[in-house]
């Protein structure tokens, strides 16, 4: 059941490393792009984005990878296909699936000449339905074929975060594949049998199970991070504080668990913020009450303004403030929903006068953001003539600064730690006002507080 050869359609952040990972699994690998630049760089052995382990993968593989602008060639050539093409949110917040429908057609005439069966998987994010009512009347339309009789359809999402895709890919939690029928399903199992390298679980359904698993999973995920951002609230506001305490004690309850209750400055990124939104429309459309979502989403989008008027208390507007952290998380070039760039663009909004540093977003953000904040091309160019520096990823690059980077000049120089990364380092330390994010500070003002909930007790 299982073929020698396998296609990649899209050969972006997430196929690239897919395609990679598969090839290094001992598979030939055909990736298929409309973009002539990520076709030739592949096949010229260069990886077509940036994406850890990608380039060495790339180059144990050259034998086993190749790339064409064609899609007939390679389905032609291969037994299955994964489909990977970006699903952008439209107007109402749900996944358009333009792209993916220009790559179901042009796979549905290429399965029109193709003899024997071949499968067909949809792995880019949708919402339900999507996939069996928007997408395989195309490959029936351009093939003349039947869906079950001549050809075989899976929707089966990955759950990877970006830096670690290879890892994540190879190594899931669990596999999740919506089947078409019971044929189609098998032989994607059979498939990942041999490319996953851990033995995960597989758990196979109906397409719109697989669609509603996997925005679930990542509501659910966000719901989770927002439950300790609102922690962090609450946390500052009571005297002695400290968010890490609390959520370090409730994670070890399993039925909770540590991960993802990191409080800190919210979620970002290309993935995570567009999830909820979706979820919300699902549950409008289908009308259903999803508050969780809605409610989780615009907390989250509210965090930056709540850092840029807490900030403007310690200092008046004319300030400059660096900002360490432009990628939405460590080791990225991403700077799509990154809080890090919200906070910058807030905070220059208020008159503040911004620099910005990342290690690996520097030429993103300033994509982004033009001319209204100035990029630094080191941590101590950033910081040099700050008032006050925000850290806001947790990115080895900051959490290896000491003492000295930090300017020692007439006034204290605020630093706000939004991952408490260095208090070990700057709490306490004459010259430096250390603001560590969800610890109760303003101690006396807590105190009042609670001192009035309960003084007729
Ligand atoms: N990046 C990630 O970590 C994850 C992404 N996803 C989902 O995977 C999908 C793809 O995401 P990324 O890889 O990040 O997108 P991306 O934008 O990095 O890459 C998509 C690639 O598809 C190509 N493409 C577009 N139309 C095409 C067509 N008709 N034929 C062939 N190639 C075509 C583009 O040129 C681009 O190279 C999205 O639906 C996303 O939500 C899901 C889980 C994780
Ligand atoms: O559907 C997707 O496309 C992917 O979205 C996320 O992956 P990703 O966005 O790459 O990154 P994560 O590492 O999960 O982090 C996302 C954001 O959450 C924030 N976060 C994470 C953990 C935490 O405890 N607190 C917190 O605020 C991070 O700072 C970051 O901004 C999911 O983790 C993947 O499982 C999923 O496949």
């Given at each position: 059941m299982v073929g020698k050869t396998i296609s990649v359609v899209g050969l972006g952040k997430l196929g690239a490393s897919m395609a990679a990972a598969m090839a290094d699994r001992g598979f030939d690998v055909i990736g298929v792009d409309v973009s002539r630049a990520a076709v030739e760089n592949l096949n010229a052995g260069k990886a077509p984005v940036q994406e850890t382990t990608l380039q060495e993968y790339?180059?144990?593989?050259?034998?086993?990878?190749?790339?064409?602008?064609?899609?007939?060639d390679a389905v032609m050539k291969s037994d299955i296909t994964f489909v990977i093409v970006p699903t952008p949110s439209d107007k109402n917040g749900a996944f358009s699936i333009k792209y993916a429908a220009t790559a179901f057609r042009a796979i549905g005439k290429a399965l029109k000449e193709k003899k024997g069966y071949h499968t067909v998987v949809l792995t880019s994010t949708v919402l339900?339905?999507?996939?069996?009512?928007?997408?395989?009347?195309?490959?029936?339309?351009?093939?003349?074929?039947?869906?079950?009789?001549d050809f075989g359809l899976c929707y089966s999402p990955e759950f990877i975060a970006l830096g670690s895709v290879i890892r994540d890919f190879l190594n899931p939690d669990f596999l999740l594949v919506g089947e078409f029928d019971r044929k189609s399903g098998e032989t994607l199992e059979s498939y990942y049998e041999k490319i996953m390298e851990n033995h995960p679980p597989c758990k196979r359904m109906s397409i719109e199970n697989a669609e509603l698993a996997k925005v679930s999973l990542n509501s659910y995920v966000?719901?989770?991070?927002?439950?300790?951002?609102?922690?962090?609230?609450?946390?500052?506001?009571?005297?002695?504080?400290?968010?890490?305490?609390?959520?370090?004690?409730?994670?070890?309850?399993?039925?909770?668990?540590?991960?993802?209750?990191?409080?800190?400055?919210?979620?970002?990124?290309?993935?995570?913020?567009?999830?909820?939104v979706a979820v919300s429309f699902l549950a409008r459309e289908l009308g259903v009450r999803n508050e969780i979502a809605e409610a989780t989403d615009r907390f989250n989008r509210t965090i930056p303004a709540r850092f840029v008027e807490k900030i403007s208390r310690h200092i008046p507007s004319g300030s400059t403030v660096a900002?360490?952290?432009?990628?939405?998380?460590?080791?990225?070039?991403?700077?799509?929903?990154?809080?890090?760039?919200?906070?910058?663009?807030?905070?220059?909004?208020?008159?503040?006068?911004?620099t910005g540093y990342d290690p690996l977003a520097n030429d993103n953000a300033r994509h982004m953001l033009g001319d209204d904040i100035q990029i630094k091309e080191s941590v101590q160019d950033c910081i040099a003539g700050a008032d006050a520096v925000l850290i806001t990823t947790p990115d080895p690059a900051f959490t290896a600064l000491k003492l000295g980077d930090f300017r020692k000049g007439k006034e204290d120089m605020l630093v706000v730690d939004f991952w408490r990364v260095l208090a070990g380092e700057l709490s306490g330390k004459p010259g430096i006002r250390y603001v560590p994010v969800g610890q109760g500070s303003r101690i006396r003002d807590a105190e009042n507080v609670l001192e009035m909930m309960w003084r007729d007790a």
């Open positions: 790339i180059d144990r593989n050259r034998q086993r990878l190749s790339a064409t602008l064609e899609h007939r339900p339905g999507a996939t069996r009512y928007g997408l395989l009347p195309l490959l029936e339309q351009e093939s003349g074929k039947k869906c079950g009789k966000t719901m989770k991070i927002t439950f300790a951002n609102i922690l962090t609230e609450l946390c500052e506001k009571i005297p002695g504080g400290d968010v890490d305490a609390v959520s370090d004690a409730i994670g070890l309850d399993r039925r909770i668990g540590r991960k993802y209750l990191t409080g800190g400055l919210g979620f970002g990124g290309p993935c995570f913020p567009r999830d909820n900002v360490l952290g432009l990628s939405y998380k460590p080791y990225s070039c991403v700077v799509e929903e990154s809080q890090g760039i919200l906070l910058a663009q807030a905070l220059s909004k208020q008159n503040y006068t911004v």
